[in-house]
């Protein structure tokens, strides 16, 4: 059989190792190998990898029926619906259902166009928010954006947590400001609450919408169900995805009665919402909730985040964080680091080309963090 990699696109840097099944926070590699998920699941398996419930409810759901479109109603669609709804804050009330962040984020744009009848967007410096056009438009790093220029018009990014630059570019041609609580890509930045709420006081007096991306701060990751819960605010739309069906594919975008009462205009995904997807987001949502996986995080974070800021190496910048989200910024490439960390049984992720990313799955235990602190010490000491 001809390799992997002579026969996939792949625009982004490859790791030597080839995983075959998990568990819980393991990976397993084809050579027998053993690794610990800290980020390559890319924040999408926060109940761990192959979750009793959720493998069950996609087994169940493929036994009744694997795919029905949304020009009809389903009573796996109606029972995850029902579910997302008693765990967002009010007033958001309505969700579009897609496969991904990226899409979840495509159709807030649309829908905070359609709303307002204005062009203009707001984002934020290091701000991450998908690679489809209109994801990547309010995305700030040029490496992701210049290949595919030009990309939509009528988009300035400012500062984060700088509300005194935010108040500057929103104006009466703003349709929406789109923000991440915590910038995940762009680095583990934590956004300041008072920034968060004065985000959303400045989009009410403006007549703009506020946009909170939570695709990868959702679902107990932050160490709350949504990070938004933080600074006490709501969002007119609120963008989910990643582990809302527990690393199944999917993805939300839910709005306020509001919102829904001005869209004009149609937007569809044929995908968006199958019985499968939505099974496994109701096994998800109640492991989360029952399970207490936010609780669980905001505990495990304390020791975690107190043992990155106590490394004792000039190898590191600064350490960020929040629950179980964190960056260490090195001094050098993260590269090597992240290649060292594999040799010692972690995968974690980059967030640029300086900083390490943490991101395990939230059933991860306080023996495994300790091994991942210890795994990088060593990589550290080793140079």
Same mark, same amino acid.
């Given at each position: 059989?001809?390799?992997?990699?002579?026969?996939? /696109?792949?625009?982004?840097? !490859?790791?030597?190792?080839? /995983?075959?099944?998990?568990?819980?926070?393991?990976?397993?590699?084809?050579?027998?190998?053993?690794?610990?998920?800290?980020?390559?699941?890319?924040?999408?398996?926060?109940?761990?990898?192959?979750?009793?419930?959720? #493998?069950?409810?996609? !087994?169940? !759901?493929?036994?009744?029926?694997?795919?029905?479109?949304?020009?009809?109603?389903?009573?796996?669609?109606?029972?995850?619906?029902?579910?997302?709804?008693?765990?967002?804050?009010?007033?958001?009330?309505?969700?579009?259902?897609?496969?991904?962040?990226?899409?979840?984020?495509?159709?807030?744009?649309?829908?905070?166009?359609?709303? $307002?009848?204005?062009?203009?967007?707001?984002?934020?410096?290091?701000?991450?928010?998908?690679?489809?056009?209109?994801?990547?438009?309010?995305?700030?790093?040029?490496?992701?954006?210049?290949?595919?220029?030009?990309?939509?018009?009528?988009?300035?990014?400012?500062? =984060?947590?700088?509300?005194?630059?935010?108040?500057?570019?929103?104006?009466?041609? $703003?349709?929406?400001? /789109?923000?991440?609580?915590? !910038?995940?890509?762009?680095? #583990?930045?934590?956004?300041?609450?008072?920034?968060?709420?004065?985000?959303?006081?400045?989009?009410?007096?403006?007549?703009?919408?506020?946009?909170?991306?939570?695709?990868?701060?959702?679902?107990?990751?932050?160490?709350?169900?949504?990070?938004?819960?933080?600074?006490?605010?709501?969002?007119?739309?609120?963008?989910?995805?990643?582990?809302?069906?527990?690393? =199944?594919?999917?993805?939300?975008?839910?709005?306020?009665?509001?919102?829904?009462?001005?869209?004009?205009? &149609?937007?569809? &995904?044929?995908?968006?919402?199958?019985?499968?997807?939505?099974?496994?987001?109701?096994?998800?949502?109640?492991?989360?909730?029952?399970?207490?996986?936010?609780?669980?995080?905001?505990?495990?974070?304390?020791?975690?985040?107190?043992?990155?800021?106590?490394?004792?190496?000039?190898?590191?910048?600064?350490?960020?964080?929040?629950?179980?989200?964190?960056?260490?910024?090195?001094?050098?490439?993260?590269?090597?680091?992240?290649?060292?960390?594999?040799?010692?049984?972690?995968?974690? /992720?980059?967030?640029? $080309?300086?900083?390490?990313?943490?991101?395990?799955?939230?059933?991860?235990?306080?023996?495994?963090?300790?091994?991942?602190?210890?795994?990088?010490?060593?990589?550290?000491?080793?140079?």
């Amino acid at each position: 059989m001809r390799a992997e990699s002579e026969m996939r /696109i792949s625009t982004t840097p !490859q790791r030597d190792v080839e /995983i075959v099944r998990g568990e819980g926070c393991l990976l397993f590699g084809v050579d027998g190998r053993t690794y610990l998920d800290f980020g390559v699941s890319h924040g999408a398996c926060n109940l761990g990898h192959t979750h009793p419930a959720v #493998v069950r409810a996609l !087994q169940d !759901q493929a036994r009744r029926l694997l795919f029905v479109g949304s020009g009809v109603r389903n009573d796996a669609r109606r029972g995850f619906l029902a579910a997302l709804s008693e765990i967002v804050p009010a007033p958001l009330s309505r969700t579009f259902l897609s496969n991904s962040g990226a899409e979840a984020v495509e159709a807030a744009l649309k829908f905070a166009r359609s709303a $307002t009848g204005r062009p203009g967007l707001v984002a934020a410096l290091r701000s991450f928010h998908g690679r489809t056009f209109g994801a990547l438009s309010v995305t700030w790093r040029k490496e992701f954006r210049e290949p595919f220029e030009p990309l939509l018009p009528g988009v300035d990014f400012v500062p =984060f947590n700088d509300a005194e630059a935010l108040a500057g570019a929103v104006g009466k041609d $703003t349709a929406a400001v /789109i923000l991440e609580p915590v !910038q995940g890509e762009g680095g #583990v930045y934590v956004g300041d609450p008072e920034y968060l709420r004065a985000a959303r006081d400045l989009c009410t007096d403006r007549g703009a919408l506020l946009i909170l991306d939570e695709v990868q701060t959702g679902l107990g990751r932050t160490g709350r169900t949504f990070d938004l819960e933080r600074a006490g605010t709501v969002p007119d739309v609120l963008v989910l995805g990643k582990s809302l069906a527990g690393g =199944f594919p999917i993805g939300a975008t839910v709005v306020t009665d509001d919102v829904h009462g001005r869209l004009r205009g &149609s937007h569809h &995904s044929t995908f968006g919402g199958g019985p499968l997807a939505c099974a496994a987001g109701v096994a998800a949502l109640r492991v989360l909730r029952e399970s207490d996986l936010a609780g669980r995080a905001a505990d495990l974070s304390v020791t975690f985040l107190r043992r990155l800021r106590g490394l004792d190496s000039p190898g590191v910048r600064e350490v960020r964080g929040i629950g179980l989200m964190a960056a260490v910024e090195l001094r050098g490439k993260a590269a090597p680091v992240l290649e060292g960390l594999m040799d010692r049984g972690i995968l974690a /992720i980059p967030s640029g $080309t300086a900083t390490v990313r943490f991101l395990p799955p939230l059933v991860v235990t306080p023996e495994e963090l300790d091994a991942a602190v210890l795994a990088l010490e060593g990589v550290l000491a080793g140079g």
